[in-house]
DNA sequence: AAGACCCCCAACCGCTAACTT
DNA sequence: CAAGTTAGCGGTTGGGGGTCT
């Protein structure tokens, strides 16, 4: 028997989700919580596979993602960690939590590969176009010469890149490898304006739900507890959810350009935060830790050498196969 | 003003690792 | 342990919006 597909290809809706689907999605995984992606589209009729809804929710929905206009510091730490991790996106977008793997691939392909191309043709002396490591022929000596230096390099953008910006009360474990390091970054750019939409038009659906205010302790429960306690639609879910409480339960304001917000949705979407807040950081990328492991043994032995016997002069000179001539 | 072209990104597809039975 | 099932990952695509001519 072959692998059956995800989901029935008949009667299957693709292409770009409806504000409603949104809300239904959003809605019931603030009941239940993400995960079992199978039941979602038949305990909430849409006609989506659950691929598909997992998708919307990890790469659209979800709390906490910061979208477009990538700071200096994302480029120059997704550049880095490229080198380091090879295209491994999942693994990239766990040292960004705000940041999804797609988000970050595409704007690696669209944005990044570009502009290395570009710098690695000015600066081309016998490096190929395509990436950052040369083809060319070496012998092994030369080889290992060059992995050793690859990987010096690296260590030390990646302790760089970690090291950029930093709220000061954030204790994270980077913050004991790389003692520059205090967590991600608070950029000035603003949240999607699609999520925003979404939270407003949530924010509408509620206002003429029949339930309205609940405490925040309620909120907080769901967020301690997402496991249902009991009976209830989805629809009873989201109208146990007032508006203010949405925005602050999922961690974004509607408006975009309140500091506090977004310190606060920074604070919660960082991949360090307390238990507490990180439910759906916990549940929305559910192997990140997984997949970090081996990265924080790979970051301890990265710097623990790195970090003590570097000085900053040599990050400054030392470029990442011309990948520095960006910064 | 309008058509052609380009770019970006949300979403899809196929593969595989991980989990369950 | 093997087969079946599910979730997650990375590559790719196509539609829509923006820019150029």
Redesign the pocket.
Known sequence: ?G??P?CDKIGVK????TPEEDIILVSYIQEHGP????AVPTNTGLLRC???C???WT??LRPGIR??NFTDQEEKMIIHLQALLG?????IASYLPQRT???I???W???LKKKLKKLQAGVDDGHNQDGLVSQAPISKGQWERRLQTDIHMAKQALCEALSLDKPSNTISPESKICPNYTGPALQSSTY?SSTENIARLLEGWMRNSPKSAQTNSDQNSFIHNPVPTGSSSSEGALSATTPDAFDSLFGFNSSTNSEASQAVSAEETANFSTPETSLFQDES????EK?RVPLTLLEKWLFDDGAAAQGQDDLIGMPLDGTAGLF
């Open positions: 028997m692998r059956p995800c693709k292409g770009p989700w995960g079992n992606w199978r659950s691929k598909s997992r998708l919307r790469n659209y979208r477009g295209n491994r996106w999942a693994a793997d797609n988000d691939k595409n704007y392909n669209t944005h999607a990328k559910p192997n990140m997949s």
